[in-house]
């Protein structure tokens, strides 16, 4: 049978996450410095190192079966391939900037100039909504250095921590969209593929659930619990177990991550005690 072949990012922000996604679906694989790709030791799948950029391309092609990466080069490059998953892990946004003393006057500020990025088409899209005629200036990397050294008056890139904007003196002014790891696939899948492909999808999602998801116990008072179980609702229900202290139980749940810090408000206020949070491994649904 023939192995999934998995295309990921050889260098930029999503290589170490990607490596790590796969790690923790318990795919064994060592990348030295050199090595474009290599075979998972325990699982049936090829691992592809690649440029971001690149990896539409070959997915549509089947030089990759699947790969990993930014919605934001999907959304650009257009090729014929679905995207099966979004990763919740690589946020960032695609945005246009100015140089940080400009003032910004609306859309309008960008009448009749020029514009450096690494998305043409994301940014032609965006300015033929808003009826702005404006040039672009495509380069493929560093395209926040373009208004430093005069080769354009904005840019549109990608801004994550927002760093590389504010160390190249520049501010963001809109952004166009929102963006995030999936992972993508080609259309045509053979049957044997496609089993090695549901298989590490059903482990993704265990960690993906694992990620955005707490394990909670505390203790409260028997007369608390149905206040709190409103609060906690578990994967099914919370779990009770009695306490040796007469009255008082330890109740175990799930809460998910984003709601976290919300709810443990709610449950110290209605009687929880000890409250102690731990991270899941993997969770399977
Ligand atoms: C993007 C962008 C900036 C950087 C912004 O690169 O081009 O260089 O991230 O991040 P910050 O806001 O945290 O400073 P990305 O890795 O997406 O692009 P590449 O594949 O073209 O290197
Ligand atoms: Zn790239």
Request: charged share 25%.
């Amino acid at each position: 049978m023939s192995n999934l072949k998995i295309a990921i990012q050889k260098k930029g922000r999503l290589s170490e996450t990607s490596h790590k996604l796969l790690e923790e679906c318990g795919i064994k694989f060592s990348n030295g410095a050199d090595v474009l790709k290599t075979n998972a030791v325990n699982f049936p799948v090829e691992i592809l190192f690649l440029r971001d950029d690149d990896i539409p391309q070959y997915v549509e092609q089947q030089v990759a079966d699947i790969g990993i990466l930014g919605e934001n080069i999907v959304f650009e490059k257009n090729k014929d391939v679905e995207i099966l998953e979004q990763l919740g892990f690589a946020q960032c946004r695609l945005s246009l900037a100015i140089p940080k003393e400009a003032v910004f006057t609306g859309m309008e500020y960008f009448s009749n100039r020029k514009i450096a990025t690494s998305y043409p088409r994301l940014l032609t899209n965006y300015l033929k909504e808003n009826n702005i005629t404006a040039e672009i200036e495509e380069i493929s990397g560093s395209v926040e250095i373009a208004p430093g050294i005069g080769l354009a008056d904005a840019v549109c890139d990608i801004v994550s921590s927002g760093s590389t904007l504010m160390t190249n003196g520049l501010k963001e002014v809109i952004t166009i969209m929102k963006s995030q790891a999936v992972i993508i696939s080609n259309r045509n899948l053979d049957e044997g593929r496609q089993k090695i492909l549901d298989k590490l999808l059903f482990r993704v999602r265990a960690v993906k659930n694992a990620r955005e998801n707490k394990y909670i116990l505390l203790n409260a008072p028997l007369e608390a619990l149905p206040q709190i179980c409103k609060i906690l609702p578990g994967m099914k229900s919370p779990t009770i177990l009695p306490l040796e202290e007469k009255g008082w139980c330890s109740i175990h749940s799930v809460v998910k991550e984003d709601e976290f810090w919300e709810r443990i408000d709610q449950l110290k206020n209605a009687g929880a005690q000890g409250i102690l949070v731990i991270p899941i491994e993997k969770m399977v649904l």
